[in-house]
């Protein structure tokens, strides 16, 4: 299955900026009360972030590393050596005491000591679309509603109205769309990190006179519309083309260019699609970008597991090391939490295709940075990885925990539009064992 079957919404950027774009004719057409209530909105999100920098806090960012189709907790985070459901795969030491993982993974192990590793993972959820669906949300599917997912939700609680960069972007895949929070909160799509986002300049004779007639005339269409109807996907809409606007004109926008960095950081990252979008994913949050997914598809490995996912991990091996030294180096990695997962394990019975099946039973995944309790592995399976035996953690508990390193209030609830409320996470209890 392909990662962009999983979007519900249309990529987007974020919210509008009618100070910026309005002159005092399209002031007094806009309306002063919509006005104003969109320019308090984006004075008290700027006005959080200028006292948490003068606090010296750095707001929290996230970056997850999607790994589409379901990686193997044998071939990564937790091998077993030894038994007969190993297969290929050989097990190394790691800089955290005591630690083992796939030898694949010779430069993750290098850092190791800044992550931790979650063996307990479990969920009911086996087809892709519906665990994928619970990965990016913590809820399971549900025909009534469409949830928010994670980045959604960063987006709505911890980005800025008035940011110039979308505050949620996903690389080389859609990742799941914002639900009943509005299309407004949905991911700005890059499908090939090698190139910045297309279409930023203005059409062939307008320059940015002509272009900003055309913008005014276009609110105050939309405004009287909005007005009439008083349809949120209106104000959606409107803010989509403002945040499409702010980002066109902004100077930041050049964080989009990972062919700024020198050679040797790039070639650190590794030659591949995925390398590379997880140094666009470091710029991007140095940049004020607040969740950032990168996806490495191909792990729905039914057939030819060990070569297949050999080489998977040989692309995500320098990606992910790299990234987790360089937000270090930088002083980020504090604020920025990073998430490695999929949406389910393989099973420890290997098939007759040299393959592993679906598995939701029992998986692995891993965090770091961000105020997560380094050097551990949390929770474990038994000697075939075919059970969690110790500390086994549900979605809901990893979404809340998620939540509280992030800054967020796990149990925060939204209304949806038919009337239910809501929360980031369902009834999940936060693991503070991860918490450091």
């Known amino acids: 299955m392909k990662h962009n079957d999983i979007t519900d919404e249309t990529p987007c950027s974020g919210p509008v900026d009618l100070w910026s774009q309005a002159d005092r004719r399209g002031f007094l057409q806009a309306g002063m009360g919509g006005f104003l209530s969109l320019f308090f909105a984006q004075w008290l999100g700027s006005a959080q972030g200028v006292a948490a920098q003068a606090k010296g806090v ?23 050596p030894g038994t007969p459901t190993r297969g ?52 399971a599917p549900n025909p009534t509603i469409a949830h928010p997912s994670l980045g959604a939700w960063v987006n709505k609680e911890l980005g800025a109205a008035s940011a110039e960069l979308p505050n949620f972007v996903s690389i080389s895949g859609p990742s799941m769309g914002a639900g009943f929070l509005g299309v407004q909160y949905a991911p700005f799509v890059v499908q090939n990190p090698n190139q910045s986002p297309q279409n930023i300049a203005y059409a062939r004779n307008v320059n ?59 070639q650190a990252y590794g030659n591949s699609n995925f390398g590379r979008g997880c140094l666009m994913a470091r710029r991007l949050v140095e940049s004020g970008v607040r969740f950032v997914e990168v996806v490495q598809d191909g792990w729905d490995t039914h057939n030819d597991n060990f070569n297949r996912t050999g080489k998977l991990i040989a692309n995500v091996d320098p990606a ?20 490695w997962m999929g949406e389910f394990g393989r ?35 038994d000697e075939t990885g075919a059970k969690v035996v110790d500390k086994p953690i549900l979605v809901p508990d990893l979404f809340a925990t998620v939540a509280t390193l992030l800054g967020m ?6 209304v949806s539009p038919i009337g239910r409320p809501i929360a980031i996470t369902e009834k999940g209890k936060v693991v503070q064992e991860l918490i450091a």
């Open 320 to 339: 992910m090391a790299t990234l987790i030294k360089d937000l270090a180096e930088r002083d980020m990695l504090d604020s920025t939490l990073i998430l």
């Open 409 to 414: 209030k796990p149990d925060k609830s939204l």
């Open 58 to 80: 750095r707001p929290k960012s996230c970056i997850l590393l999607w790994m589409n189709g379901g990686p193997s907790h044998l071939e990564t985070f937790d091998p077993k």
């Open 88 to 139: 290929s795969a050989s097990a190394i030491k790691t800089r955290a005491a005591g630690i083992q993982i796939a030898a694949g993974f010779a430069q993750v192990a290098e850092v190791a000591d800044k992550m931790a590793i979650v063996r307990g993972m479990t969920s009911k959820e086996g087809s892709h679309q519906r665990a994928q669906y619970l990965m990016h949300t913590g809820y």
């Open 347 to 381: 099973t420890p019975r290997i098939n007759a295709n040299e393959g592993r099946d679906h598995y939701p039973q029992a998986w692995n995944m891993a965090l770091a940075g961000g105020g997560v309790r380094a050097g551990i592995a949390y929770g474990a399976t």
């Open 208 to 266: 940015a006179e002509r272009f900003d007639t055309r913008m005014n005339g276009l609110n105050f269409l939309e405004q009287g519309f909005q007005n009439e109807t008083q349809d949120n996907k209106v104000k959606g809409h409107r803010e989509v083309y403002g945040k499409a606007v702010r980002m066109m004109r902004s100077p930041r926008l050049k964080a989009f260019d990972i062919k700024e960095e020198p050679t040797a950081v790039q």
